[in-house]
């Protein structure tokens, strides 16, 4: 049943708490996701429950949950624990604070009724030992127990054991297990065991636009458009893209630098490390962050677009094995070729070399890589090629509308599901 053609059914759409580490802000993947995905539920439905806060361009109403940070003790040291427990006999009601690796989550009792009740149902985004001992903080203070949906967009597999016994106390409670890729499905079965169900949920969904690019130029000095939007999380795969796109330059003369869009926090970190963006020269010009209609228009516009994953060595194992950026979707939908810095194991060279949708320029393999780049570059028809296959990947999987109509209903299911009684113990991990 469509919601959209439902007015009565919206009402009847369950409360959700979306609890994760991160607030959910259009300045990154998760937060995109959340508002696409959910841009057709009401708002007074949904809170963000988080612990942090890099930006404030917040999706939902939003409760950040207070953190001190104890940077002068040891995650081993048993003060931690004697702290805790003095905390916890400060409050009248028990589990009001929880001390994890050295932070310490605060109270933990939220007032739901400000926020228009407690929640019908969690969806959870949490992927990390430190994650799952927030939300097992927060679900032991919830006022009735709830069905739990728990979407690994990520993973992180330190602390493995302590994640492993999170993940089982609150096991009765979990209605619905998802995955945003194959390696991320394959990897959590070590959390689930074999018994479970893991169905795959992507989080490249877009609305289906009637403008995408149709046409595609010939290389032309100086007019040649290449775009890169999102964060850069891989400081060796920024280097080997500035490397490559700098060998390019050199070999075909007049060719214009990148053009990234980018946040703000991204563009310091990498100036601290000594790069600089110069108007009108350079590798890659900071294009600044752009409006949805202006970031359509710039993609459409563009010849090439890029996503920089990973170096030769990855600056970190978990993100470099499962982490699938949601660009992906915005440039599938666009019709744009892609260019994909990586090693050829990762989730999103796998998708570019399996539907066609354009290059891997695989560092470890530099002058081969280097050469496909530039021929990529030259040949018009060969991107164009890969252009209309990404429009033709994204109309065919990642229609936003269709999924909404299957995941609204879906939600409204997995919050009527009874749970057992689930009993979460008071844990100290160091």
Same mark, same amino acid.
């Given at each position: 049943?469509?919601?959209?053609? *439902? /007015?009565?059914?919206?009402?009847?759409?369950?409360?959700?708490?979306?609890?994760?580490?991160?607030?959910?802000?259009?300045?990154?993947? #998760?937060?995109?996701?959340?508002?696409?995905?959910?841009?057709?539920?009401?708002?007074?439905?949904?809170?963000d429950?988080?612990?942090?806060?890099?930006?404030?361009?917040?999706?939902?109403?939003?409760?950040?949950? /207070?953190v001190?940070?104890?940077?002068?003790?040891?995650?081993?040291?048993?003060?931690? *624990?004697?702290?805790?427990?003095?905390?916890?006999?400060?409050?009248?009601?028990?589990g009001?604070?929880f001390?994890?690796? $050295?932070?310490?989550?605060g109270?933990?009792?939220?007032?739901? +009724?400000?926020l $228009?009740g407690?929640?019908d149902?969690i969806?959870? #985004? !949490?992927?990390?030992?430190?994650?799952?001992?927030?939300?097992?903080?927060?679900?032991? @203070?919830?006022?009735k127990?709830?069905?739990?949906?728990?979407?690994?967009? +990520?993973?992180?597999? @330190?602390?493995?054991?302590? %994640?492993?016994?999170l993940?089982?106390?609150?096991?009765?409670?979990?209605?619905?297990?998802? *995955?945003?890729?194959?390696?991320?499905? $394959?990897?959590?079965r070590?959390?689930?065991g074999?018994?479970?169900?893991?169905?795959?949920?992507?989080?490249?969904h877009?609305p289906?636009? &009637?403008?995408?690019?149709?046409?595609? &130029?010939g290389? !032309?000095?100086?007019?040649?458009?290449?775009?890169?939007?999102?964060?850069?999380?891989s400081?060796?795969?920024? %280097?080997?893209l500035?490397?490559?796109w700098?060998? !390019?330059?050199?070999?075909?003369?007049?060719?214009?630098?990148?053009?990234w869009?980018?946040?703000?926090r991204?563009?310091?970190?990498l100036?601290?490390?000594?790069?600089?963006?110069?108007?009108g020269?350079?590798?890659?010009?900071?294009?600044?962050?752009?409006?949805?209609?202006?970031?359509?228009?710039?993609?459409?516009?563009?010849d090439?677009?890029?996503?920089?994953?990973?170096?030769?060595?990855a600056?970190?194992?978990?993100?470099?094995?499962?982490? %699938?950026?949601s660009?992906?979707?915005?440039? !599938?939908?666009?019709?744009? /070729?892609?260019?994909?810095?990586?090693?050829?194991?990762?989730e /999103?060279?796998?998708?570019? &070399?399996?539907?066609? %949708?354009?290059?891997?320029v695989?560092?470890?393999?530099? &002058?081969i890589?280097?050469?496909?780049?530039?021929?990529?570059?030259?040949?018009?028809?060969w991107?164009?090629?890969?252009?209309?296959?990404?429009?033709?990947?994204?109309?065919?999987?990642? +229609?936003?509308e269709?999924?909404?109509?299957?995941?609204?209903?879906?939600?409204?299911?997995?919050?009527?599901a009874r749970?057992?009684?689930?009993?979460?113990?008071?844990?100290?991990?160091?």
């Amino acid at each position: 049943m469509a919601v959209k053609n *439902a /007015p009565s059914f919206r009402k009847d759409l369950p409360r959700i708490a979306c609890i994760g580490a991160e607030a959910l802000t259009h300045s990154h993947g #998760t937060g995109l996701m959340f508002s696409r995905h959910l841009a057709r539920y009401p708002r007074s439905k949904i809170v963000d429950v988080h612990y942090q806060a890099l930006a404030t361009n917040f999706v939902f109403p939003k409760v950040k949950v /207070p953190v001190c940070e104890l940077r002068n003790m040891e995650w081993n040291d048993p003060m931690l *624990a004697d702290l805790n427990s003095l905390m916890q006999k400060g409050h009248r009601r028990p589990g009001t604070s929880f001390v994890y690796q $050295g932070r310490m989550f605060g109270n933990g009792l939220i007032n739901w +009724d400000k926020l $228009g009740g407690t929640p019908d149902l969690i969806y959870s #985004t !949490c992927y990390s030992a430190r994650d799952f001992a927030f939300l097992h903080h927060i679900y032991r @203070n919830l006022p009735k127990k709830v069905p739990i949906v728990q979407h690994f967009l +990520d993973l992180d597999f @330190n602390f493995i054991e302590t %994640l492993k016994s999170l993940y089982k106390e609150l096991e009765p409670a979990i209605v619905a297990v998802w *995955a945003l890729n194959e390696s991320i499905r $394959g990897a959590v079965r070590n959390l689930t065991g074999n018994d479970v169900k893991i169905d795959l949920k992507l989080a490249l969904h877009q609305p289906v636009s &009637r403008v995408f690019k149709q046409t595609h &130029r010939g290389f !032309c000095p100086d007019d040649f458009s290449s775009i890169m939007i999102g964060n850069v999380w891989s400081g060796t795969a920024y %280097l080997a893209l500035h490397r490559a796109w700098s060998d !390019c330059q050199d070999e075909l003369r007049g060719l214009p630098p990148i053009e990234w869009m980018g946040h703000s926090r991204r563009f310091r970190e990498l100036a601290h490390m000594g790069f600089r963006w110069t108007p009108g020269g350079g590798v890659v010009e900071n294009g600044g962050y752009l409006s949805s209609a202006a970031l359509k228009k710039a993609l459409v516009g563009a010849d090439l677009a890029i996503i920089p994953f990973s170096g030769e060595k990855a600056d970190r194992e978990d993100y470099n094995s499962y982490s %699938l950026p949601s660009r992906l979707g915005d440039y !599938c939908m666009a019709g744009l /070729p892609v260019v994909v810095i990586s090693q050829p194991n990762t989730e /999103p060279a796998r998708y570019v &070399r399996d539907f066609g %949708l354009g290059i891997v320029v695989d560092p470890a393999e530099w &002058r081969i890589s280097v050469k496909k780049l530039k021929h990529f570059i030259l040949d018009r028809d060969w991107r164009e090629e890969c252009g209309t296959n990404a429009r033709r990947f994204a109309e065919r999987t990642l +229609d936003l509308e269709s999924y909404q109509d299957e995941l609204y209903p879906r939600l409204t299911e997995l919050a009527r599901a009874r749970i057992p009684s689930v009993r979460l113990e008071r844990h100290f991990f160091p």
